[in-house]
């Protein structure tokens, strides 16, 4: 069974820094893209950033551009989102996602975690 | 403002049928096929309802359908059942500097 379980949100002064993880199980961690989508309160869905299974493709909204970072670490079937810089604005619930196509660096989420809350609040 | 535009909500009967649409340009829906739909209840992760335009995930019923035509994609929901009544969205890859991924704002379905 695929699970992806995220952990690390919390409360946290606006400029200030958190990290995300994202820890998978249930299938061969590097065959897959993994992206963060967020959901601030009462809104949409939002993509925030992906990276393909080898690293090699690295995307970021215009939105954290400069702010965030994602990487993985393969050996640890994990995922992570370093943010740094935050913002009232970040305020959200952060959710890996796993792409449908082994291969693909994007494409449809067939997997989600059930989502780490961030509050970014002085 | 979201990238692709749905309509902010749809209504419909038991046993009718509804279609949400989600319009991009060439640079996302209408360049590629990678239009995908979610469906989410209150408090619930996203759920991956089709992709790739038309293709349903192992267990979504075949009472959802995917389409797309120029620019603007479609979902359909056939039969409408009282469980369908949810937020869904439409998402899709785009070619336009970034996102890599963008998503519609969403369209929620009221079951009547």
């Known amino acids: 069974e695929v699970q992806l379980v995220e952990s690390g949100g919390g409360l946290v002064q606006p400029g200030r820094s958190l990290r995300l993880s994202c820890a998978a199980s249930g299938f061969t961690f590097d065959d897959y893209a993994m992206h963060w989508v967020r959901q601030a309160p009462g809104k949409g869905l939002e993509w925030v950033s992906g990276?393909?299974?080898?690293?090699?493709?690295?995307g970021y909204a215009d939105s954290v551009k400069g702010r965030f970072t994602i990487s993985r670490d393969n050996a640890k079937n994990s995922l992570y989102l370093q943010m740094n810089s935050l913002r009232a604005e970040d305020t959200a619930l952060y959710y890996c996602a796993k792409v449908v196509k082994l291969g693909d660096a994007y494409g449809a989420f067939d997997y989600w975690g059930q989502g780490t809350l961030v509050t970014v609040s002085s | 403002q979201s990238a692709l535009t749905q309509p902010a909500s749809v209504s419909g009967s038991p046993g009718q049928s509804i279609t949400i649409s989600c319009t991009g340009t060439?640079?996302?829906?209408?360049?590629?096929?990678?239009v995908s739909w979610y469906q989410q209840h209150p408090g619930k992760a996203p759920k991956l309802m089709i992709y790739e335009v038309s293709n349903r995930p192992s267990g979504v019923p075949d009472r959802f359908s995917g389409s797309k035509s120029g620019n603007t994609a479609s979902l359909t929901i056939s039969g409408l059942q009282a469980e369908d009544e949810a937020d869904y969205y439409c998402s899709s890859y785009t070619s336009s500097s970034t996102p890599y991924v963008v998503f519609g704002g969403g369209t929620k379905l009221t079951v009547l």
């Open positions: 990276i393909s299974w080898n690293s090699g493709s690295i």
């Open positions: 060439s640079s996302d829906v209408g360049g590629y096929n990678y």
